[in-house]
């Protein structure tokens, strides 16, 4: 699947990736650890660049000015190649997938360096919202669902009383605050968010993407 952010080139900075702090709440256990993703042992995959992480806490403040019973809740982060592999083929085995399916969700775990996917540079991550110490809210669909019900404003028109109407407030809710911390939301994707990436700098009118593919230390 053509990706239109691929083509812009990558000035890399060289930031440190960091494990997440205590105050980011994460989802445990780990969803693709859990199906069995090569990670490096030893290696906490919830790791995003320094840069990243900053502005990620900055993203939970301002969700909770607006919204203080409410926290991020961080899905998934950095992601090596292996791992990217691993969904793919996953995901290929599933019952009712097909290629441009599968390829519409998952970035090609390229090994170019001038592709990266956007897990592989420690710059994107997938997320969602929680009650403070509480359950997951709902968001009309899954992190990593196929289709239409992925898109940011799948449930856009409809009424705001009724249960596909607060789906789309509180995917509001989420996109609203990681903007204002300098985020870019895949275009198909609720859930994903990215800072200093290549999908980062096509949205947001960038010439270059600041991060490319790291490996954990």
């Excluded at 256990?29 to 900053?54: C, F, I, K, M, W």
């Excluded at 204002?180 to 949205?203: I, K, N, T, V």
């Amino acid at each position: 699947m053509p990706r239109p952010w691929s083509p812009l080139p990558i000035h890399e900075c060289c930031e440190p990736l960091l494990v997440l702090p205590p105050s980011l709440r994460r989802w445990q256990p780990h969803p693709y650890g859990q199906l069995g993703a090569p990670y490096p042992e030893g290696v906490d995959p919830y790791q995003l660049r320094q840069g990243v992480t900053l502005r990620l806490l900055r993203a939970q403040r301002l969700l909770q000015a607006l919204q203080p019973q409410l926290q991020l809740l961080i899905f998934d982060a950095w992601r090596p190649l292996a791992v990217q592999q691993f969904m793919v083929d996953y995901s290929l085995a599933l019952p009712g997938a097909s290629q441009e399916s599968v390829a519409a969700l998952w970035a090609p775990p390229s090994s170019d360096p001038l592709t990266p996917p956007p897990h592989s540079t420690g710059a994107a991550l997938d997320l969602s919202l929680a009650w403070i110490g509480g359950e997951p809210l709902a968001m009309g669909g899954e992190i990593d669902s196929l289709g239409p019900i992925a898109e940011p404003d799948h449930f856009s028109q409809a009424s705001p009383e009724s249960a596909e109407g607060q789906w789309h407030q509180q995917r509001r809710w989420l996109a609203e605050a990681m903007g204002r911390a300098g985020f870019a939301q895949h275009p198909g994707e609720w859930w994903h968010f990215s800072w200093g990436d290549q999908l980062w700098a096509w949205r947001c009118g960038q010439r270059w993407a600041r991060y490319g593919r790291v490996q954990a230390v």
